[in-house]
């Protein structure tokens, strides 16, 4: 019924301006999948940005591995892809480092997601993905997207350095091999030119 579903939307509002969040952001947050669809069908901003953090729903979706709302914010809301939290945290990176590979695939192959977009310190998604284990992230990244394997952060650590940093033997060994491939390939092209 229309007015209960308008009472229902103004409640929201006003609890998630006492709390800092749209009913959307509530939504997605508590994976309430069939609330998120029935919310976008109204006017809501879909890049809409908490103030504590900077968080969006895609964000925020990203973060928690909800693949499907993932999916439909991007495919069928156009939610940017590219807009980060405070601290240059995009859906990537978050989704990334805390190992999400469906929600990193969808970002990747279908969103054009940018696997080289750094935080304010220069950690790409492959950096943090690297420090926090997550190996089958890293190999999606470097075969898939593409993602440099020797990019350096604002500090100088590399993919290889936080693996090895955080004894992520499995990802240090997976790196050094990309690694030492890629120098042997580059000391064999001034043999051949010459």
């Known amino acids: 019924d229309e007015q209960m579903e308008h009472l229902i939307m103004n409640q929201a509002c006003l609890l998630g301006?006492?709390?800092?969040?749209?009913?959307?952001?509530?939504?997605v947050y508590y994976a309430h999948y069939d609330l998120v669809y029935d919310l976008l069908e109204f006017d809501v901003d879909v890049d809409w940005?908490?103030?504590?953090?900077?968080?969006?729903?895609?964000?925020l979706a990203a973060q928690e591995g909800h693949v499907s709302v993932v999916a439909f914010l991007v495919l069928n809301r156009n939610a940017d892809v590219e807009k980060a939290a405070n601290g240059g945290w995009s859906p990537l990176y978050i989704a990334s480092q805390n190992g999400h590979l469906d929600v990193v695939k969808l970002l990747v192959l279908e969103s054009n997601a940018n696997v080289e977009t750094t935080d304010e310190d220069g950690w790409t998604p492959l950096i943090v993905a690297a420090s926090e284990g997550h190996l089958d992230v890293v190999k999606f990244l470097v075969s898939e997207g593409n993602a440099n394997v020797a990019v350096e952060a604002n500090d100088g650590l590399t993919p290889l350095l936080t693996a090895q940093e955080n004894?992520?033997?499995?990802?240090?060994e997976f790196l050094s091999k990309l690694n030492s491939s890629s120098r042997r390939?580059?000391?064999?092209i001034?043999?051949?030119?010459n």
């Open 190 to 193: 001034p043999r051949i030119c």
């Open 167 to 172: 004894e992520n033997e499995d990802i240090a």
């Open 185 to 188: 390939r580059k000391s064999l």
């Open 49 to 59: 940005e908490r103030p504590s953090d900077g968080s969006t729903p895609l964000y």
């Open 17 to 27: 301006r006492i709390e800092e969040t749209t009913p959307l952001w509530d939504a």
